[in-house]
Structures are given as structure tokens and as C-alpha cells.
């Protein structure tokens, strides 16, 4: 009996504790925009203090669990919420989400849903009075938040009037910077976005560039829509941006919620936007009020969670790769595990230093996460399991390709052999994929069998194979082999950002190429250049900037090779919108698409096909489809036609 009683003292002292520390973090969190923990702490932190409470049936009058959490900051009017707002409870695996929906769907069993992507920004509500802007606010406690109306006016996307029907309406969104926004001594966009909001001076907010995200349109004299519904209004007529996914498809049965959770978790680190999640929401009105709330969260509503998933899972084996500089990657073979949404086999384990510091051995069980890198990683071992003594740490001495012994550099460990069969591979494997010569045809599988026939040797060589040299290939037959050589040859006339790219040289990347390519005129004038010179470009350090001299030193001769089939492409190096990729959609009134291309050309702007990522600008004309969408996306900048003659004037650039 003794033992009981003392054991629950203890889970009563815990459960102070908690509550204490979770109230100074909430308060770090909202009133100092200075979090001493990180999210996924602060998670585990009040999982324990729900559980906590649950068990012992205390619950402390100022336990955090009660409330919604934030405080007004000095200096801020205080601005009274017209409706509550509410966060949302959050299911940290599908299980939970599989859950939630059933007990919905045997409630009412013709519920429809819709998903939306949780972005990790500020919460602001807006405050429109017949289509005028009139407050913004902060959510605060939920109950009273911060008047940032001139904060909020600063930013782009928050329409200061509402285009179509002159409505009075409560719009609640999220302060989102984009990730290449990012200043410098920010931890993440989320904190900077909320320095830039809650800053007393609106100038200090105009200077970050901030968009805004809606999620929620309340009206006030109370008339309610459908979830999909209010978001089309919002993007169409209100004109905001929303988080509706690209692919929006109404949500029936729990399958195609999963779906679309996969989907959306897949694709999660293509956005330029810290996007933590995915928000499930009950369509119909009418049910949403029969459910009703509870004190913090609405029923009709889960937040499913993505941010580090970790599971558990048995290692099996460890095999080594080597990439294109040689460098030998531990990777771990799993036994197959649930994350994040896909079935998870292999993990990296970073390096042999941070395995053998990790104790990672084969057959004991593993911690795997996934965090914001799309590959899972090994975050350690499970140390309520004995170490295997029989099993030791797995090293590596010899290249598993080539078997020359390897050097240590830090904690990694190169293979030095130029013509190591593994890294010519991966250097013909990068040369072909689509950011660079983006020749189609030459998988993995194929280009391992040109190499081992001794086709190709330098990268040179891609261009000198012949139909006849093909033709005797596993596979290979007329209409493949002129694919190819097509292929082959459509990428002969290549963008200069793209061949330097190619070319893989080591610690330049994408970007790093492209910044040569905009800054230096031909292939010699780079040669040219000391590291010195080098580490003056933009983001240049001293390592990429000796990486660029030593390759040119190095392999002046395959790329000479190289060269002699090419026509590299330079891009225009003046003009008002030099640099920008620019795509059109649509019908303009005023123009034709080649005009206007030429125009674009002229300027110094590179006309693109697609919208992706790297797209800066979209023109829209009449009947703008997917590319539209995607470029809202994407948080791509679009111009109308009547914005065009500035545009092409270089008012706005
Ligand atoms: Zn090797």
C-alpha cells in the first residue's frame, strides 16, 4: 500500500512539474517569440501531462491543457475575438486520424471532408466591415489577441478590400514567410514571421516579405457554407490565398483520406512554405454544429501532424554507398515500418563517426525518424535492449565498389579512385538527370551497362555512342535507340547554369551553378579565376570557391572533351528582368505568346514552359488553369495583363 501511495505523490510532484515548465514554455513561446524547446518537446511534454491527468484525475487550476495558450504583448491593443478561437486537436499518427473519422462517419455516414495543408505561421484574424479591412488581430488566448491592423496592411496578400460582394466577414489565417525568405539569425520561418508581426513598428513588418494564407471565413450576421465552399469564395471572389491543395478532391471514405495524406506528406518539402501538417475538416455546416466543440478544440476537425514521426524498428543490415565524390554513406536496411505515411526499408546513418558514437549494430532495434529531409535517418539505438555483444559496430576500410582503401577525412571516409566504378556511375547518373543535360533514356541500369562495355569513360563519351553500339544492348531496339540519340542530341544545345551543374563539381550545387553562370561569360573566364576572386560571389565560401579551382585543374581535359560537342547557351546579362524565369498561361488580350515571349526574352527574363518552384513570375491571361494553382502553390508571383506594361516596364521588378 505504501508503495502505491508514494508512487502517486510522485505522479502528483510530475504533474506540477509539467504543469509549471509547459506554462513557461507557452509563455517563452507566445509573449517573448523566443521558444527555449522545440515543438516536438513541448509535444511530448504535454502528451505526459494529458496522460498525467487522466490517471490521477488532478487537474491543476492552472494546468495548460485548460486553456488555448498566448497573452497579449506590451505595447499592442488588446482586441476582443467576435468568435472564439479555437486550436485544433491533433492526431499524431493515421491510427488516430482513422479513428476521429469513423466515429464521425458512423455518426453521419454521408460526411464529406476536406483536407488542407497546415501551414507553421502566425494565426491573424481580419476583421473586414462591408469589404473594408477595420482590424487584425492576433490569436492570442484565443479570447483577446493583439490589434496588428498596421502590421497586417503592410503585407501583399491581405486584400485591404474585399473585390466582390461588400461582405462583413471574420477571415482567420496564418502569417507565412517562405522559406527563402528566411533572414539570417532565424531558427525558422515561423519565429521570424511572428518577430516581424508582432513588432510595434509596421515598418519593421513591411521589410520581411510576408504572405498570408486564409483557412476560415466566419460571417458575422451568421450565415455558414460548406468548408470548400468558403475557401472557393475566398480564392475567387476574396481573392486570398488558401491552403486548399493543388489536387482537391472531396474526401468520402477513409482510404481516400489516406490518400491524400501520403500525397500531401510526399510532396511536403516541395514547397516554399513550412507546412507542418494536414488539416481534416468536416464539409457540411450543419453537422459541424451538431458536433459542436469542447472547450479548446472543435470536433469537426483534426490536425494530423507530420512534423518528426519516429518509429521502431529492427536493423537488419548495413550497406555502404558511395557517392559521386567518393564519399562512403553508412545506410541502414530495415525491417519495413510505417512512416510518415510510406513504408520506410532503408535510412541513412549520416557517417561511420556518428554510427559507431550512436552504438548503431545489426540485429538490435532502431529509433527512425523522418524530419524535414525526405530521406529517414537513424536517430539512435533503443537502450532498454541489451547490446548484442556478438553483433560490433560495422566498419569499413575498402570501397565496397572498387576496393581501394579508403581515406578519413572527419568523420567521413572517401574512396580517392577517379575511376571508381560506383562514382562514375553516379557522375554519368547526375550528368543525365533532368536539373542538368536532362537526357532521357540513360537510367541507372543503362548507363551501368555502357560503362562496363567501356562505351563511356569521360562524359564526353555520352555523345560519341552509336546506334550500332546500341543495337547490340539487352533491350535496345529502333524506336528506343533513335529515342535516346534524340535525346542525346536535343541536349547538346544547353543552358550554361545547367552544364556547370553537370559537371558535378564537388560542393557546387544548383544554385552555386547558376550564380557562375550569371556572373562569368564563358567557360574560360571561370577557369580563369583564383578562389579568391571566386569567394567574392554571392553566397561563395572559401570551400565551393577552392572546389571550382581544383576541378578545373583537375579535369581540364574532360572538359574540353566535353565542350567540343556543346552549344552552351548563355543567358542575356543585362536588361530590367534579368535572371527572373517567367512562364504565361492563358489568353492576353493585348498580346500574342510569341510577342510576348520576345518581350519577356528581350528584358533579360528566360521563358519557361512549366511552373515549378523556381518559377518567380506567372503571367495570366484569360482562362489560367493548373499553371495558376500551381504558381499560388508554389507562392509564385502573378501578374495580370493590367499589370503587364509596368511589369514589362521594370516598375515592379
Ligand atoms: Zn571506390
Redesign the pocket.
Known amino acids: 500500500m505504501r508503495n502505491v501511495q508514494k508512487s502517486s505523490t510522485k505522479r502528483e510532484e510530475r504533474l506540477r512539474e509539467l504543469v509549471g515548465l509547459i506554462n513557461k514554455y507557452n509563455h517563452e513561446y507566445y509573449v517573448m517569440d523566443a521558444p527555449s524547446v522545440s515543438d516536438d518537446e513541448w509535444d511530448a511534454l504535454y502528451k505526459e501531462l494529458q496522460e498525467l491527468e487522466r490517471e490521477t484525475g488532478i487537474i491543476l487550476p492552472d494546468s495548460p491543457t485548460q486553456k488555448v495558450g498566448g497573452a497579449v504583448k506590451k505595447g499592442f491593443r488588446k482586441h476582443k475575438h467576435l468568435f472564439p478561437l479555437l486550436s485544433l486537436d491533433k492526431a499524431q499518427s493515421v491510427d488516430e486520424v482513422r479513428k476521429w473519422f469513423d466515429g464521425i462517419k458512423s455518426e453521419f455516414p454521408d460526411a464529406e471532408f476536406c483536407a488542407t495543408y497546415k501551414f507553421d505561421g502566425i494565426r491573424l484574424v481580419l476583421t473586414y466591415d462591408k469589404g473594408t479591412l477595420v482590424k487584425a488581430a492576433t490569436r492570442g488566448d484565443g479570447k483577446v489577441g493583439e490589434d496588428v491592423t498596421e502590421q497586417a496592411k503592410t503585407i501583399t496578400s491581405i486584400p485591404k478590400e474585399l473585390g466582390k460582394w461588400k461582405a462583413s466577414v471574420e477571415i482567420g489565417g496564418e502569417v507565412m514567410m517562405s522559406k527563402a525568405n528566411l533572414p539570417e539569425g532565424f531558427k525558422n520561418t515561423r519565429n521570424a514571421a511572428a518577430g516581424a508581426v508582432r513588432n510595434i513598428d509596421p515598418s519593421v513588418t513591411a521589410r520581411q516579405k510576408l504572405d498570408f494564407f486564409a483557412y476560415e471565413l466566419n460571417f458575422i450576421d451568421g450565415m455558414e457554407m460548406k468548408y470548400v465552399l468558403a475557401m472557393k469564395v475566398l480564392e475567387r471572389d476574396y481573392g486570398f490565398r488558401t491552403m486548399l491543395p493543388r489536387n482537391w478532391k472531396g474526401i468520402k471514405t477513409f482510404e481516400e483520406l489516406e490518400r491524400v495524406l501520403v500525397e500531401i506528406t510526399a510532396e511536403r518539402d516541395t514547397f516554399d512554405y513550412d507546412i507542418d501538417g494536414v488539416v481534416i475538416s468536416l464539409d457540411e455546416p450543419i453537422y459541424r454544429a451538431e458536433l459542436g466543440t469542447t472547450i479548446k478544440f472543435p470536433r469537426w476537425a483534426m490536425a494530423y501532424k507530420f512534423e518528426a514521426e519516429v518509429v521502431t524498428t529492427k536493423l537488419l543490415n548495413i550497406v555502404w554507398q558511395?557517392g559521386r565524390s567518393?564519399k562512403?554513406t553508412p545506410v541502414a536496411i530495415l525491417e519495413p515500418v510505417e512512416l510518415c505515411g510510406a513504408t520506410v526499408t532503408r535510412a541513412t546513418l549520416n557517417n561511420y563517426g556518428d554510427m559507431a558514437r550512436k552504438g548503431v549494430r545489426v540485429g538490435g532495434d532502431v529509433v527512425v525518424r523522418r524530419s524535414n529531409d525526405v530521406i529517414p535517418e537513424v536517430l539512435g539505438i533503443v537502450p532498454e535492449i541489451p547490446r548484442d555483444a556478438r553483433n560490433d559496430i560495422v566498419d569499413i576500410n575498402e570501397?565496397?565498389?572498387?576496393?581501394?582503401g579508403?581515406e578519413v577525412v572527419g568523420a567521413n571516409k572517401f574512396?580517392?579512385?577517379q575511376n571508381?566504378?560506383?562514382?562514375v556511375l553516379e557522375k554519368f547518373s547526375h550528368f543525365v538527370s533532368r536539373d542538368c543535360m536532362n537526357i532521357e533514356g540513360l537510367s541507372d541500369k543503362t548507363l551501368e551497362v555502357l560503362i562496363s562495355k567501356g562505351f563511356i569513360k569521360r562524359l564526353g563519351d555520352i555523345y560519341r555512342i552509336t546506334a550500332s553500339e546500341l543495337m547490340g544492348l539487352e533491350g535496345f531496339k529502333d524506336k528506343k535507340i533513335n529515342n535516346l540519340l534524340d535525346s542525346i542530341e536535343k541536349s547538346k544545345n544547353v543552358d550554361f547554369a545547367r552544364f556547370i551543374n553537370a559537371l558535378g563539381i564537388p560542393n557546387v550545387g544548383k544554385k552555386a551553378s547558376a550564380t557562375l553562370a550569371s556572373n562569368f561569360a564563358s567557360m574560360e573566364e571561370i577557369r580563369q579565376k583564383m578562389a579568391k576572386q571566386l569567394i567574392e560571389l554571392d553566397e561563395f565560401g572559401e570551400v565551393m570557391a577552392q572546389s571550382v579551382v581544383e576541378f578545373f585543374k583537375v579535369n581540364r581535359e574532360e572538359v574540353d572533351d566535353l565542350v567540343q560537342f556543346l552549344e552552351l547557351e548563355h543567358k542575356k546579362r543585362e536588361g530590367v528582368l534579368l535572371g527572373l524565369k517567367v512562364c504565361v498561361t492563358g489568353t492576353l488580350a493585348g498580346y500574342t505568346r510569341s510577342q510576348l515571349a520576345k518581350a519577356l526574352e528581350e528584358l533579360g527574363a528566360s521563358v519557361v514552359d512549366g511552373v515549378s518552384k523556381t518559377t518567380d513570375v506567372l503571367i495570366v491571361g484569360e482562362g489560367a488553369g493548373s499553371k495558376l494553382e500551381k504558381a499560388r502553390k508554389f507562392g509564385v508571383r502573378i501578374v495580370e495583363e493590367s499589370g503587364l506594361v509596368g511589369f514589362l516596364g521594370g516598375v515592379s521588378k
Open positions: 558511395v567518393g562512403v570501397c565496397p565498389s572498387c576496393g581501394t579508403l574512396c580517392k579512385n571508381c566504378g560506383a562514382r
